[in-house]
């Protein structure tokens, strides 16, 4: 990948995989799922050119990071811990954070904890939501849209790791970095994943077979428990972060998210994002940027212009 280099590290009783790039001022990717440090390479590349010193982590429980085995292990206190624990490895006081879908979760439980290591937030996809003090979210979640919700059925340990290995993991990486399927994202017990032998996904342009090829050979090394453990830890970050109820988050932060993008689809999303709702609780929210055509892995499939989206922000600092 055009220089780019990699190394393990130590943080926060962990061996941590980064892959970075050039030199300046940090800029910090994070991953979502099921992605890897790798569904950043366009950005590394574009931004180490232009002056900063990029770096991608494999989070906890994924590619070539350590993956503890409780689910305890994947709170937002740990994952933020890592974080931190990152940027004081790194040698500088702030970085510039740039986040996509678990990684944008992650993102604002860091600009939430240490606005003061964070300079600005460039956040994709997944707005800021306020914790709800009456109800954990994965009730409410089944509440709302019901058992077959996605984050619901990955809720119980094993389970959704065995239709995954039933499926094939090419298959289902294939499947969930295609689909353009308006949100909410439900997974019924029979067939979740919508994977038909006789209707054979067609590979767009912007995900060559070279690059699910990478992906799928990380997962099948690895496995997915590190990355649904997230999930499996939503309640948990709602136990611990009681203390941060009705909290804004003080830090610049411009949003970009595709119009296709199951998130924003999802009922009440374009409404909290577009009529203040958001604002209300990122009062530093200086611009949100809807992007025509695009569905929810926008770093990939709109590499270019995301690129450009994160340089014009940053370089205002």
Not at 144 to 165: L, N, S, T, W
Not at 186 to 197: A, D, S
Not at 214 to 237: E, I, P, V
Not at 265 to 279: I, Y
């Amino acid at each position: 990948m055009e220089g780019i280099s990699h190394r393990m590290v130590k943080v926060n009783g962990i061996d941590m995989h980064i892959a970075e790039k050039g030199q300046g001022p940090v800029v910090l990717f994070l991953h979502g799922f099921p992605e890897l440090w790798y569904s950043w390479r366009h950005q590394i590349l574009a931004l180490s050119s232009l002056g900063y010193h990029a770096v991608a982590p494999d989070l906890r429980g994924y590619g070539d990071t350590e993956a503890p085995a409780s689910i305890s292990s994947y709170s937002c206190l740990h994952i933020v811990g890592d974080l931190i624990a990152l940027i004081d490895y790194l040698g500088v006081e702030q970085v510039f954070l740039v986040a996509h879908d678990w990684g944008a979760l992650i993102g604002w439980y860091l600009c939430l904890f240490r606005p003061d290591r964070v300079k600005a937030y460039v956040c994709l996809s997944v707005p800021y939501r306020p914790r709800n003090p009456k109800m954990k979210p994965v009730d409410s979640m089944k509440l709302v849209f019901g058992e077959d919700y996605y984050m619901c059925r990955f809720q119980e340990p094993g389970v959704i790791e065995a239709e995954i290995a039933r499926a094939g993991t090419e298959e289902v990486l294939k499947k969930i970095l295609t689909d353009r399927k308006p949100g909410p994202p439900c997974l019924p017990k029979e067939n979740p994943f919508g994977i038909y032998p006789e209707e054979p996904v067609t590979m767009p342009s912007w995900l060559p077979e070279a690059d699910l090829s990478f992906y799928a050979t990380k997962y099948s090394q690895k496995g997915f428990t590190g990355g649904l453990n997230y999930y499996r830890a939503l309640d948990l970050n709602w136990e611990l972060t009681a203390s941060w109820t009705g909290a804004p988050v003080i830090v610049p932060v411009k949003f970009v998210v595709g119009d296709l993008d199951m998130v924003y689809t999802t009922p009440g999303m374009k409404e909290f994002v577009n009529s203040g709702g958001f604002k209300h609780y990122v009062p530093l929210l200086e611009e949100v940027v809807v992007m025509e055509g695009v569905g929810h892995f926008i770093n990939q499939e709109k590499a270019e212009d995301i690129s450009n989206h994160i340089y014009d922000y940053i370089s205002k600092y």
